[in-house]
């Protein structure tokens, strides 16, 4: 391709990116722009895009609807981390002719955070953590895992790394999801149940599915209304599986144990948001894939994707 190619990197929260690729390993004609914040105001989001023949997507932070792209007169080339995002308009793109590419994402990292929730709900650590800071010593009790229950919504491959965890501490582990079968639960060593009773037997409820029609809203208020008061919900997937009003609800009414998030369905969650007031709960800022391999796969596999489109022969081509 000839003359200059503007790239501009989205959503940079950590001021990381240009750490984790050889952006300079691009040709000369490339100028590469970094933007920190993220912002929703669709008009000024276009204005700041429209230079752009080439922009690279982290996650799902920026949507890119049909009435963003079609203000988007150079955009040639949409390069996101990971091969999906639900948050792109895939007909939008194909009808403007936009490439899209993505990266390989590793899924253990999600799992390993899903962990983290639990354990830091039950054992109250961030609770005792910030007594301990403030000169007060052993101020809750916490609870185990041994022998309880944890039911697990979605067995596939972040579903099964953490049903396998809760295996080795000696819970009690039950799945269910649309089209989970008794061979799959039997390949992780799991109890295929029905989804009511996973929501009224299990201690702990953790979310491992994809966001579709299908999944969007699952968790409402009639099942929150079948969980255990003591139980806690863990949703490191996507926000909108869960009716957030409900939840809000449910928690603030104490009708469930409390609840274990890494997702929203506003990111970054704004201040005042009514989850942050909630009783019983843990909240991270969707950590679930932000680990220094992910984004060095990410923001690598980024750079090499448009090496692959400046070439004519783009790579790991999405839809």
């Not at 008009?43 to 792209?69: K, S, Y």
């Not at 010593?137 to 099964?160: D, F, H, N, Y």
Request: charged share 20%; proline share 5%.
């Amino acid at each position: 391709m000839s003359g200059t190619t503007k790239v501009a990197i989205l959503d940079d929260y950590q001021g990381v990116a240009l750490q984790f690729a050889d952006w300079k390993s691009l040709p000369p004609s490339v100028e590469v722009a970094v933007f920190r914040d993220t912002i929703t105001d669709q008009a000024a989001l276009a204005a700041r895009l429209a230079p752009f023949q080439v922009i690279c997507a982290m996650r799902e932070r920026t949507p890119f609807r049909r009435a963003l792209i079609e203000k988007l007169p150079n955009l040639k080339l949409l390069v996101t981390s990971g091969m999906r995002n639900a948050s792109l308009d895939m007909a939008a793109l194909k009808e403007r002719c936009i490439a899209v590419c993505g990266t390989e994402s590793l899924h253990h990292p999600t799992a390993e955070l899903t962990w983290g929730l639990i354990l830091a709900f039950l054992r109250r650590i961030p609770e005792d953590e910030a007594n301990l800071r403030a000169g007060r010593w052993q101020r809750t009790m916490g609870e185990g895992l041994k022998s309880r229950t944890l039911g697990v919504i979605g067995l596939g491959k972040l579903g099964a790394q953490v049903a396998k965890v809760g295996l080795a501490f000696g819970m009690e582990v039950v799945a269910w999801s649309q089209n989970l079968t008794d061979a799959r639960c039997a390949e992780i060593g799991v109890r295929r149940v029905g989804k009511e009773e996973l929501l009224r037997s299990a201690d702990v409820i953790s979310i491992h599915l994809v966001l579709s029609d299908r999944s969007r809203g699952l968790v409402g208020a009639a099942e929150l209304a079948q969980m255990k008061p003591t139980a806690l919900l863990v949703n490191t997937s996507r926000a909108p599986i869960v009716d957030q009003a409900a939840l809000v609800a449910a928690l603030t009414e104490r009708r469930i144990g409390g609840a274990a998030l890494d997702v929203f369905e506003e990111e970054p969650l704004p201040a005042g948001h009514p989850i942050l007031s909630c009783p019983n709960t843990v909240l991270t800022p969707h950590l679930g894939y932000v680990i220094a391999e992910n984004y060095a796969r990410f923001y690598g596999e980024m750079v090499d994707n448009i090496k692959g489109w400046l070439a004519g022969a783009p790579k790991r081509v999405i839809g």
